[in-house]
Antibody, heavy 112, light 106 residues
Framework: QVQLKESGPGLVQPSETLSLTCTVSGFSLTSNSVHWVRQPPGKGLEWMGIIRSGGSTDYNSALKSRLSISRDTSKSQVFLKMNSLQTEDTAIYYC??????WGQGVMVTVSS | DIQMTQSPSFLSATVGDRVTINCKASQNINKYLNWYQQKLGEAPKRLIYNTNSLQTGIPSRFSGSGSGTDYTLTISSLQPEDVATYFCLQHNSGYTFGAGTKLELK
């Protein structure tokens, strides 16, 4: 069945770079788009970006200068990298396919 | 960018009540509007897609309506298990979530 699972460090220092991985199963990344979404504690959801089946990407304009999404189709993995992290980047980060299948999310805290 | 204004932000209702949650887009989103339910500690669950299509497995007391810039999620008879936060998502031009409605039992 379709599954997505996010992984990455739970704690990141301010000004450093966040690297997250979304490992998927039950479908091919060459036939499906994957989005990244984040949710600060107690707040709403924010779309971060998408990597499409063909490999093209689009980003939230507010994050575009700091964000990069890529993938390794052979490993069924999608990667998120975001630099210059600040405390306001503390959030649960989710990957989702087609806005229906979601990962469990990974909590990332930005703190020294 | 399209902005989504969701209301109310908080809602308290009694079991059996009819509940409505609204999302207003800053421009026409051509019915490309999904509704999600999120319970504490869980990922969002899609209830409705493209304004009024009920996701498989979702109870029929949930329904969606709307067009243009104005959209509504209706719960026809509130059940205790419906306590959650609800979000809308427009996917007509880019992707934008509403700020959420926290639904509690009175």
């Amino acid at each position: 069945q379709v599954q997505l699972k996010e992984s990455g460090p739970g704690l990141v220092q301010p000004s450093e770079t966040l690297s997250l991985t979304c490992t998927v199963s039950g479908f091919s990344l060459t036939s499906n788009s994957v989005h990244w979404v984040r949710q600060p504690p107690g707040k709403g959801l924010e779309w971060m970006g998408i990597i499409r089946s063909g490999g093209s990407t689009d980003y939230n304009s507010a994050l575009k200068s700091r964000l990069s999404i890529s993938r390794d189709t052979s490993k069924s993995q999608v990667f998120l990298k975001m630099n210059s992290l600040q405390t306001e980047d503390t959030a649960i980060y989710y990957c989702t396919r087609q806005w229906y299948y979601w990962g469990q999310g990974v909590m990332v805290t930005v703190s020294s | 960018d399209i902005q989504m204004t969701q209301s109310p932000s908080f809602l308290s209702a009694t079991v059996g009540d009819r509940v409505t949650i609204n999302c207003k887009a800053s421009q026409n989103i051509n019915k490309y509007l999904n509704w999600y339910q999120q319970k504490l500690g869980e990922a969002p669950k899609r209830l409705i897609y493209n304004t009024n299509s009920l996701q498989t497995g979702i109870p029929s007391r949930f329904s969606g309506s709307g067009s243009g810039t104005d959209y509504t999620l209706t719960i026809s008879s509130l059940q205790p298990e419906d306590v959650a936060t609800y979000f809308c998502l427009q996917h007509n031009s880019g992707y934008t979530f509403g700020a959420g409605t926290k639904l509690e039992l009175k």
